[in-house]
Every structure is written in C-alpha cells, then in structure tokens.
C-alpha cells in the first residue's frame, strides 16, 4: 500500500549521507596529463581532501572515510612510496591545527605498525588532539586492506575462543564487526571512487556491504566542492532497499516524514 507519496515528496535534508567513504584515485593521471611526473598529482591530491572535508563540515556529515594507502600501494616504486609517506607526515603536521579548529575528529585506520616511527608518532598526537572532538569524524586509511581487517578480526575472535572468554557459536556478525577496525560507527551510506575505475580495490569490503556505489570519471585533484554536491545530490535520489520492495520502503518513508 502507498498513500501516493513519491520519493521525491522526501526533503533532500533528509538524505543526507551519514558516512561517506572516497576512493581518492587518480593523482597520477592528473599529473601525467600536465607532463609532470606522476607523483607530483600527491600533493595536489591532498588540496582536494581540504575541499571536500570543508563541504562535510558544513554539512554535518558525521563520518568521512578517506582511502589514502592501500596495503597493496606498498608495491609501488620505492621512491613513490617514499614520497606519499613524507606527504603524509607533513600533511598531518600542516593540517592538524585546522582540523581541530573545525571541531574535526580525526583516526587513521589500517595497520600503522609498518609506518616509520616518526609517522607513527605524528599520528599519535594528530589522533590524541583531536580526540575529544565531537565534530566530523576525519577517518584516513592508510595501510588498510579490507581484507586484512577482517582478517585480523577473525584473529582477534580465535583469540578469545582459544582462551575460553567465548565460545564459537557467540560468534555472529554482531561480534565480528565490533572487531573490525572501527566501531560504533555507522556504517558508509555513500561510496565515492574518482578517477574512473569502477572497482573496490580492497576498500571497506565489509562495511560497504550495503553502500550506495558512486563512480566519476573527475580525477581525484579535481574533485572539488561542486562535484561532491552531485554526488551527495545522486545520492539523495535513490531509493534504498536493504532487501525489501519498493512499496514497503515508500510506506516507512511516509510514516516517518
Ligand atoms: C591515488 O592516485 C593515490 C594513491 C593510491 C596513493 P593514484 O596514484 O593511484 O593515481 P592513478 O590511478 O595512477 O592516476
Ligand atoms: C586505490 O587506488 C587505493 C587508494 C586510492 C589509496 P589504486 O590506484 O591503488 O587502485 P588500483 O590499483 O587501480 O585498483
Ligand atoms: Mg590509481
């Protein structure tokens, strides 16, 4: 049954991604295209990540997950890899006062054990100063697979079975993503990848079980405010199911506006 309301009698507002997560690809082509080499397209890369924070700090975004590392991206030439991990460090020392500034929470999620200790450590204190900020949770991955996360979940759960806290039929998918490496989070409404490939590249393989994908062929140094407004428009347009129909969703819809 519907009561004749359509989707679009929904205000916008109240499609608002909680949690959006970026694939930022695309740095090297931006670079290429400009005859430079491709790691110059990193520090134009993290001009765009300002953009796009400012845009969910105003918007009230509660989560953003940003894609900076991958555990595969450790396959790269050495001297590219270099180069990220000194941008990283500087960006964290350069943009930290800014963050806090914005009431901006910000983690790096992914396996830090493999970073240099002076990284480590300038993420420590980027973390611990902007830990009791209540704004827009900044997460950054970096060394993150999303397969070594629910990896180490499950090596986290065997542990526990094997020093008898648990018994294996406790284990549920409850259980299992309070293992992973971010909890009491939403998990993300909207999935952003730039520079045109259409593919998961091992992101949040299992928190974006039910995420509304989004692909732009935009390379990542030119995704400016303007194009996470179309994105957070097409996203406001669709209709999310979880499984149900389309009556039922338009049912619940009107009930709760
Ligand atoms: C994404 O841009 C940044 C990282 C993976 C660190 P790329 O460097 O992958 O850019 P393209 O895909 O080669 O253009
Ligand atoms: C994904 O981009 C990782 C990040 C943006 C950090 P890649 O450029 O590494 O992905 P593939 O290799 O094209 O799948
Ligand atoms: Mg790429």
Request: proline fraction near 4%; include cysteine; glycine fraction near 6%.
């Amino acid at each position: 049954m519907t009561n004749g309301k359509t989707k679009e009698s929904v205000p916008v507002e109240n499609r608002l991604p909680k949690h959006i997560a970026i694939i930022m690809d695309g740095n090297g082509r931006w670079a290429k295209k400009r005859g430079l080499p491709r790691y110059a397209g990193h520090p134009a890369g993290v001009e765009a990540v300002r953009g796009v924070v400012e845009v969910c700090v105003e918007r009230q975004i509660q989560v953003l997950t940003l894609f900076a590392f991958s555990s595969e991206n450790w396959q790269r030439p050495q001297k590219e890899v270099n180069l990220i991990m000194d941008l990283f460090l500087r960006s964290l020392k350069k943009e930290v006062r800014r963050l806090d500034r914005n009431h901006v929470k910000l983690k790096v999620i992914g396996d830090c054990s493999a970073f240099p200790g002076n990284l480590r450590e300038q993420i420590a204190e980027a973390e611990n100063r902007t830990a009791s900020n209540q704004g827009l949770l900044l997460q950054v991955a970096a060394n993150y697979g999303g397969r070594w996360d629910i990896t180490q979940a499950a090596k986290h759960l065997a542990e526990r079975v094997q020093q008898g806290e648990l018994s294996p039929d406790q284990i549920d998918e409850e259980l299992l993503s309070q293992n992973l490496c971010f909890t009491g989070v939403p998990e993300p409404d909207l999935f952003i990848r730039t520079g045109g490939e259409q593919r998961i590249s091992n992101f949040l393989l299992w928190q974006c079980a039910y995420t509304e994908l989004y692909f732009t062929d935009l390379l990542w140094p030119d995704f400016n405010r303007k194009a996470l407004e179309d994105a957070l428009h097409d996203f406001s347009r669709r209709q999310r199911r979880f499984g149900r129909t389309d009556e039922q969703v338009r049912d619940q819809t009107a009930e709760a506006s």
